[in-house]
């Protein structure tokens, strides 16, 4: 069995790779660049290879560097996750940062109950439409739309984003009642340059085309166009899951079962070095089984 290098190497190797600056990894060990360098080159000099190509104000990984930097800073992750661990169990602070449409419309209405299985577990909410970077930033868990293909990242999928037309009984009143995808355009549009608008009128069989004489406004997010629907003040294009309860009690209609997607979905993702941590599998555990409620809404075997 081969020995191991100097753990205090690999330190500095991890942190000059993460960061790729020996002068900010001295500042995150509080060492000097000097002890730094000298550190990366007994790493070099055990494995008779460089791991850094050092030009001008910068360093880069070579080669080797690449493919010794991801598992090095796993281990080192796991390494922290188990004193954590050892520290808190499932307990502390659970730190989220997800989209405000996604905590808003979704997550709000049902956090209380993970709270009351999980008293001894704070949670606090990040809304932030960026990816969040976990090795920098103190997030334990992120729920994001997109692809699920984040390197590094171990991801679950939530929920296809799917969207169709809504709009309040009193407004589709107003018309005599919306029989037939192009009733839609006589009435105020909501977020017309939505490209989800373009996307569902194709698809109905209607030319976006009459969505220029709309007027514009955009309000910046799904849950604020929802209000604005609900008000009565237009027809907006929103997702199904997130408006349940409206559709039940009537203050939303919706007036077409077509139901399209962007083929992006919402994801449950976390560093898969702290997959076992207490906290994110207690989240994990209890967001699945909530999503596992809304299946028949969501439909998340649809194309």
Avoid at 10 to 37: C, D, I, N, P, Y
Avoid at 134 to 150: K, L, S
Avoid at 239 to 255: D, V
Avoid at 282 to 288: E, G, T
Wanted: aromatic letters at 8%.
């Amino acid at each position: 069995m081969s020995e191991l290098p100097p753990l205090s190497a690999v330190r500095v190797f991890e942190a000059a790779a993460r960061h790729l600056s020996f002068t900010k990894a001295a500042a995150e060990l509080g060492m000097t660049q000097a002890a730094v360098s000298y550190q990366v080159k007994v790493l070099e000099d055990r494995l008779g290879a460089p791991l850094f190509l050092r030009r001008p104000r910068q360093v880069i990984l070579t080669e080797v560097g690449q493919r010794l930097a991801p598992p090095v800073t796993e281990a080192f992750e796991t390494i922290r996750e188990a004193f954590a661990t050892a520290r808190t169990g499932a307990q502390g602070v659970l730190s989220i940062t997800t989209v405000a449409t996604f905590a808003t419309d979704w997550l709000a209405q049902r956090l209380g109950s993970f709270q009351v299985e999980h008293p001894s577990l704070a949670v606090r909410l990040d809304l932030s439409p960026r990816l969040v970077d976990f090795a920098r930033e103190e997030m334990d868990v992120a729920i994001r739309g997109g692809n699920g293909q984040w390197p590094g990242v171990q991801a679950h999928m939530l929920m296809r984003i799917n969207f169709t037309p809504m709009l309040s009984p009193e407004l589709a009143a107003s018309i005599g009642g919306v029989k037939e995808p192009a009733d839609l355009l006589k009435l105020p549009i909501i977020g017309k340059d939505d490209p989800w608008w373009g996307q569902w009128l194709t698809e109905a069989g209607v030319s976006p085309d009459g969505l220029r004489d709309q007027p514009y406004n955009s309000m910046g997010s799904q849950t604020l166009e929802g209000r604005a629907a609900i008000a009565g003040r237009g027809v907006a294009i929103l997702t199904p899951a997130f408006y349940k309860s409206e559709l039940e009690t009537g203050r939303l209609i919706q007036p077409f079962d077509l139901v399209c997607t962007d083929g992006k979905a919402y994801w449950l993702a976390y560093p898969e070095a702290r997959r076992n941590a207490p906290k994110i599998a207690a989240f994990r555990k209890w967001l699945l089984e909530e999503i596992g409620k809304d299946v028949p809404a969501i439909d998340l075997n649809s194309p």
